[in-house]
């Protein structure tokens, strides 16, 4: 028997924040992409700037969820991911030049990854979490580089690669959470919908009862 569990919107475009929310049973009853201005502030620091996207986004969802009463008091996920290399922040790689500049910056080094995350609840309270990931990449030959740009599966994507795809192959050490670097860290979701009150393991698979 599935349990009517209460509304969640996930506010967001990537269809990897939606799988990832799938892949523990958790199925958004909507959609609601929020249009915000990524662009950093002066001297933001990639952590500051992915907890304050994932803030703009929430209050951007909340803002519409209050003119729209289908949605008023729904639980609103929304996430940010930032890769940065010490200080500085990577593009969404949108060219073929951007990307290539990010792997060659990655190649051979470490970076951080980090998602800021943001619940509103039904309350229209919001609350967030921030979390750090640390990749190491193996030092990247040219061929590499061609072979990856020309795979495309750079695009859109923040630091100019995707560790759910072929990037995956670069990887030589990871400290964090995988979900997030993918775009959303799913035990802190959890932690935040759970905190709130959204029971999230409702519709998990039941034991199997023994037959007496
Ligand atoms: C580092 C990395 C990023 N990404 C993606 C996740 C995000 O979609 C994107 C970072 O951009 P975001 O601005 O966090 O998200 P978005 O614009 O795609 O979606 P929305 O704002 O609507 O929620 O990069 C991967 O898919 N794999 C990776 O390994």
Wanted: hydrophobic share 45%; charged share 20%.
């Amino acid at each position: 028997m599935t349990v009517a569990l209460p509304k969640l919107v996930l506010a967001s475009a990537s269809p990897r924040r939606l799988g990832l929310l799938q892949q523990i049973g958790l199925e958004p009853d909507h959609l609601h992409p929020t249009d915000v201005d990524e662009t950093p502030l002066p001297a933001e620091l990639p952590r500051q700037l992915a907890q304050r996207l994932a803030k703009v986004k929430a209050e951007a969802a909340l803002a519409w969820s209050k003119r729209d009463e289908i949605w008023t008091g729904a639980y609103i996920l929304t996430a940010d991911t930032v890769v940065a290399v010490g200080r500085r922040i990577l593009p969404k790689a949108e060219t073929v030049d951007e990307a290539e500049a990010c792997l060659h910056l990655l190649s051979g080094r470490s970076h951080r990854v980090w998602t800021g995350l943001a619940l509103v609840t039904p309350a229209g309270a919001i609350k967030a979490r921030l979390v750090e990931t640390r990749i190491r990449f193996k030092r990247l030959s040219r061929a590499e580089i061609d072979a990856y740009i020309a795979s495309d599966e750079w695009r859109g994507k923040a630091g100019g690669y995707a560790v759910q795809g072929l990037a995956g192959a670069f990887v030589v050490s990871l400290q964090g959470s995988w979900p997030s670097v993918v775009g959303l860290p799913l035990a802190e979701t959890v932690g935040l919908l759970e905190a709130a009150g959204f029971p999230v393991r409702a519709n998990w698979p039941a034991p199997l009862v023994p037959v007496l």
